[in-house]
């Protein structure tokens, strides 16, 4: 006890002696022990958006997602990519809920490639019945798939944070050439990891964030099985790769394996602790910690939790704002798989005076 008292002592001279300026520039805003910065919310989305026309929303989702959970907790990882997917690919418009038709696929049948599982899908279409039970036809499924994300990561073990809402639904899926464009590849390294986020506006800090989202989950053997054969790639922990060797024998394997080795459900800080330990699955993973522009906010984030958590938010909310819809533009979906049938207009909230504000009442 006498021990653990003069060590914690010593921590705390020698945090003392070294000043802020042996911090990462990262981490001053906790220092300066001030709320966290919350980013700027877009013109037209809102915290409160749907606080009079749907107020239990919120609610709504969380409550049915933890039975889905209690069930099935591997959805939520799959729910929380799927609104990275549909953020990354035209905006967080919906858009990657759509089905397509044989003749004009959409970014949804670019899906099974991706591996993003039928059932979350279905889900996400539960919780817009649940919803319009309760309020009728006024929230969209890409503000549905935002909540769902953040409730996923909550109710895995990750941050509470706030979601921006007022996002509108997009009438147009992207084709799965554009898809698959703007999505990072596993094989990536940091650099080009760093750039594509760049492109979406999110920084350094942001990527490495939301690159903590691989703390849950799973992936098949195709997106690393390059790091196994032929020649091993020398950042692999030889005994990690010595395991992953097994579930994938061979470069044509299907078998899937978890994400984050140490905690694969729980939404946790462990995903840094594994890449210091050369386990991150993916190069697009390991490479965040050879980086030297990423390697400290990796060593950062894995000997502190709630730094991770906060700056997780932070890129959340970013990431959940990219070139969304808002005001008049796409309409709200009766069916997350569907556009509105265009013998329908009066579906289209606020399209006669533009003055909707999220208020109306069915
Ligand atoms: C940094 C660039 C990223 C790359 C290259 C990447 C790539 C991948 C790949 C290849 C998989 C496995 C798919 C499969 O084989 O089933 C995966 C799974 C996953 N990704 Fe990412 N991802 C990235 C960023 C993100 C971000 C920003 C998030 C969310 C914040 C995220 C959340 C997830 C989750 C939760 C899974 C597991 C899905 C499941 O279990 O169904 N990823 N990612
Ligand atoms: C999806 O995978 C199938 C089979 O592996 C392949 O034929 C098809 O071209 C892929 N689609 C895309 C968009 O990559
Ligand atoms: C990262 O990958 C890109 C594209 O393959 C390559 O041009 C670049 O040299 C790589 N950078 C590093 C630091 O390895
Ligand atoms: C992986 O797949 C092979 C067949 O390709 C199978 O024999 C093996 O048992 C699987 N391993 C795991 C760990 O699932
Ligand atoms: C991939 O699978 C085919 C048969 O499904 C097999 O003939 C081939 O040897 C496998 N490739 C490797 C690299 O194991
Ligand atoms: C929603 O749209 C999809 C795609 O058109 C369709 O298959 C499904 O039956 C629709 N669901 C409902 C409840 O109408």
Redesign the pocket.
């Known amino acids: 006890m006498v021990g653990a008292a003069s060590i914690t002592s010593v921590f705390l001279l020698i945090l003392l002696a070294a000043g802020p300026n042996s911090l990462p520039a990262f981490v001053s805003a906790a220092d300066e022990c001030q709320e966290p910065p919350q980013p700027a919310v877009v013109e037209g989305l809102s915290w409160s958006f749907y606080k009079q026309s749907c107020p239990k929303l919120e609610h709504i989702i969380r409550r049915h997602l933890k039975k889905v959970f209690e069930q099935d907790i591997t959805l939520a990882a799959t729910l929380l990519r799927i609104h990275f997917h549909d953020c990354f690919v035209q905006g967080c418009d919906g858009s990657l809920l759509l089905?397509g038709t044989a003749s004009d696929p959409s970014e949804k049948e670019a899906a099974p490639n991706l591996s993003l599982r039928a059932e979350a899908f279905t889900v996400i279409?539960e919780l817009s019945a649940l919803v319009q039970d309760e309020c009728g036809q006024v929230v969209s499924c890409a503000d549905i798939a935002a909540l769902a994300a953040r409730d996923s990561v909550h109710l895995s073990g990750g941050p509470n944070y706030g979601v921006p809402l007022g996002r509108r639904d997009g009438t147009s899926f992207a084709t799965q050439a554009t898809t698959l464009a703007n999505l990072p590849s596993p094989f990536s390294n940091a650099t080009t990891i760093l750039s594509e986020f760049a492109a979406k506006g999110l920084d350094d800090t942001d990527t490495v964030a939301l690159s903590g989202g691989h703390t849950i989950g799973r992936s098949h053997c195709a997106a690393f099985v390059p790091r196994l054969y032929p020649t091993q790639d020398p950042t692999l922990n030889p005994a990690f790769a010595d395991e992953l060797k097994i579930t994938c024998p061979d470069t044509n394997s299907t078998n899937i394996t978890v994400l984050d080795l140490r905690t694969p459900n729980k939404f946790d800080k462990k995903y840094f602790v594994d890449l210091e330990n050369h386990e991150g699955l993916f190069t697009s993973d390991q490479d965040l910690y050879s980086n030297e522009r990423t390697k400290e906010i990796v060593e950062a984030f894995s000997v502190d939790q709630d730094l991770f958590f906060e700056k997780f938010s932070v890129a959340m909310i970013k990431l959940g704002q990219i070139q969304v819809l808002t005001g008049t533009e796409g309409e709200i979906r009766t069916?997350c798989?569907?556009k509105n049938s265009d013998s329908f207009p009066g579906l289209q909230y606020g399209a006669e005076d533009g003055t909707y504000d999220g208020r109306d009442e069915l």
């Open positions: 089905d279409d069916n798989s569907a």
